[in-house]
């Protein structure tokens, strides 16, 4: 091996156990609107996916460009979305966890006609005051809390 390819393979080495250590974190936030009952468990997101997110939006045209980008951040880094029941926190249904989807439409009694994630996402905030606001807020907190992740992260992997 060529001593860039000892590199590369270090590098490659890296990347694999910081993807390891971030799939066993997450944060749990309240689904605004529904009084602490419904949470949505978030998982951080790779940088491509965020750059994705970002690049689609910038061909986007419209005044809903910001909190469609937004409400697609918080799509892609969703893992599931869970019902507080006592002090414990139990999947919407069994199986694959339930997302911005469908099941969870029917499970909060949402529109029949919202069928993409986006669609259910806005719904589902739709019980707030300010639905565009609460999106944009839970992104921030689910952004700042993805920025300490790294930080964590990265201390783990200088300690090793």
């Not at 970002?54 to 969703?78: M, N, P, S, Y």
């Not at 439409?105 to 806005?122: D, I, K, M, P, Q």
Request: glycine residues 8%.
């Amino acid at each position: 091996m060529t001593p860039d390819q000892n590199r590369e393979s270090v590098l490659a080495r890296i990347r694999r156990r910081r993807e390891s250590l971030a799939r066993d974190r997450h944060i749990d936030i309240d689904l605004p609107g529904y009084g602490g009952d419904v949470l949505m468990r978030f998982g951080p997101l790779a940088w491509e996916a965020i750059a994705e997110i970002q690049e689609r939006v910038q061909k986007t045209k419209g005044h809903r460009r910001l909190v469609e980008a937004q409400a697609d951040f918080l799509i892609a880094a969703c893992r599931g979305i869970l019902f507080r029941v006592g002090d414990d926190l139990v999947p919407i249904a069994e199986g694959d966890e339930v997302r911005f989807d469908a099941r969870l439409a029917a499970a909060l009694g949402l529109s029949e006609f919202a069928t993409s994630a986006r669609t259910v996402l806005f719904e589902a905030f739709a019980l707030t005051n300010a639905p565009d606001l609460a999106v944009a807020t839970v992104a921030t907190e689910l952004g700042q809390w993805m920025g300490e992740t790294d930080v964590d992260l990265d201390e783990i992997l200088l300690g090793e």
